[in-house]
């Protein structure tokens, strides 16, 4: 079956600094792969989708940037976080055809 | 931006049916209309897809006019834990694109 890990749960970080998430998924072969960012009381705004290795489609203008170096492996990082990008981070799967999206735990990021 | 449209919210009572519409009167002749639920603070829960035949799974129904501009996604007896928001979307070339949702609260 498919899964999808995405760590960490939570994360706190200053103004400035970097940042790395990382998304591993399993049990599929070049999956679309998806970064979404939730405000708080917010709907879910679509950040990035990759369908395949070294393709990322930006959706939003912003602080962010993704790559795809495997085909299982989807990463969101920022060279210098802004108060603006504390939200909700998921990230997402949808196998090959139309089938459903999978979405991680996501990571619950605060900027101070 | 999000192809679909949905009232904002709902209130629905425990044990009766939920009937939730969806908008999508740009949808092409190869999209499929997605339901999803997101309970708080967790990811979003997928509920059940379809092209253009009516859909049923062991959560909910989904009814898909003939003209594919609107869908209805119905949970056949509403319960406590199914109250969320509810996002309806279409996959518009892999590019998953949810909009608000409907918030639905199910009341005792």
């Known amino acids: 079956s498919q899964t999808i890990h995405q760590w960490p749960a939570t994360l706190v970080q200053p103004v400035g600094s970097p940042l790395s998430l990382e998304c591993t998924v399993e049990?599929?072969?070049?999956?679309?792969l998806y970064w979404y960012r939730q405000a708080a009381g917010r709907g879910l705004q679509l950040l990035f989708y990759?369908?395949?290795?070294?393709?990322i489609s930006s959706e939003v203008p912003q602080n962010l940037s993704a790559s795809r170096p495997q085909d299982r492996q989807f990463i969101l990082s920022s060279k210098k976080l802004l108060l603006s990008d504390s939200g909700f981070y998921l990230c997402?799967?949808?196998?090959?055809?139309?089938?459903?999206?999978?979405f991680g735990q996501g990571t619950r990021l605060t900027v101070v | 931006d999000a192809k679909t449209t949905q009232p904002p919210s709902m209130d629905c009572a425990e044990g009766r049916a939920a009937n939730l519409p969806c908008n999508h009167s740009t949808i092409s002749g190869n999209e499929y209309v997605y339901w999803y639920r997101q309970i708080h603070s967790q990811g979003p829960q997928y509920i059940i897809h379809?092209?253009?035949n009516n859909e049923t799974n062991e959560m909910a129904s989904l009814i898909i006019t003939e003209d594919r501009k609107s869908s209805t996604l119905i949970l056949p007896h509403a319960t406590l834990r199914d109250t969320a928001v509810y996002y309806c979307?279409?996959?518009?070339?892999?590019?998953?694109?949810f909009g608000a949702g409907t918030t639905v609260t199910v009341r005792a």
């Open positions: 990759s369908v395949g290795i070294g393709q």
């Open positions: 979307i279409t996959d518009d070339d892999y590019k998953l694109s």
């Open positions: 997402a799967l949808q196998g090959v055809g139309n089938t459903e999206a999978f």
């Open positions: 379809g092209l253009k």
């Open positions: 049990g599929t072969s070049n999956p679309n």
